[in-house]
């Protein structure tokens, strides 16, 4: 079981790698069009088709899994902490099942959509100029696949009773650190 909770980390991470990366690339396209409008009175052709269609998308749905591992998603506690042992494994795994199945269906859609864009080959047109933006319509379903992996990963780990069904796959950094300071 250890296998594949560290091969769902691994892959939940490279994805939140991806979006931080994103990021940084993000704030330096928009930084350069900014400044270049500035100085050069020119501006970068594409900053807001790359921005709105690849890095705010990687940004949004790439890290989706790695909220979840980290136990970050919003949640309300209004009866569930009320409940015994035993009845809040049972909502956390009915839970997670639904989750898992809301993740597949969502997976799949956006699939049968990236597909349709890529067949009709999408682009944004700006300046007369086209620009594929096809590929970007593949982050979506990447997103929630790997959402779905970490929600089936907890089914599992449910099933099995194991304690990292209820508590965060990846700990805290700052528990982490309050540990190591006792």
Same mark, same amino acid.
């Given at each position: 079981m250890a296998h594949l909770i560290r091969f769902d980390l691994l892959l939940t991470r490279i994805a939140a790698a991806i979006a931080a990366v994103a990021v940084i690339l993000m704030m330096l396209t928009v930084a350069s069009d900014a400044f270049?409008?500035?100085?050069?009175?020119?501006?970068?052709?594409?900053?807001? !088709?790359?921005?709105?269609?690849?890095?705010?998308?990687?940004?949004?749905?790439?890290?989706?899994?790695?909220?979840?591992a980290?136990?970050?998603?919003?949640?309300?506690?209004?009866?569930?902490g009320n409940l015994g042992p035993g009845a809040q494994r049972l909502v956390g795994l009915l839970v997670h099942?639904?989750?898992?199945?809301?993740?597949?269906?969502?997976?799949?859609?956006?699939?049968?959509?990236a597909m349709r864009r890529y067949a009709s080959g999408s682009?944004? !047109?700006?300046?007369?100029?086209?620009?594929? !933006?096809?590929?970007?319509?593949?982050l979506l379903p990447a997103g929630f696949a790997l959402l779905a992996m970490?929600?089936?990963?907890?089914?599992?780990?449910?099933?099995l009773g194991a304690r990292e069904a209820r508590e965060p796959l990846i700990p805290d950094v700052s528990e982490i650190a309050g540990e190591a300071g006792q």
């Open positions: 270049s409008r500035q100085v050069f009175n020119a501006r970068i052709p594409f900053v807001s !088709v790359i921005v709105a269609n690849y890095f705010m998308v990687a940004i949004a749905f790439l890290p989706l899994a790695m909220a979840e980290q136990d970050r998603n919003i949640s309300v506690d209004l009866v569930y099942v639904l989750a898992f199945a809301t993740c597949c269906g969502l997976t799949s859609t956006m699939w049968d959509e682009v944004a !047109v700006e300046d007369g100029v086209s620009m594929a !933006v096809w590929q970007g319509y593949f970490t929600y089936l990963l907890r089914i599992v780990l449910g099933l």
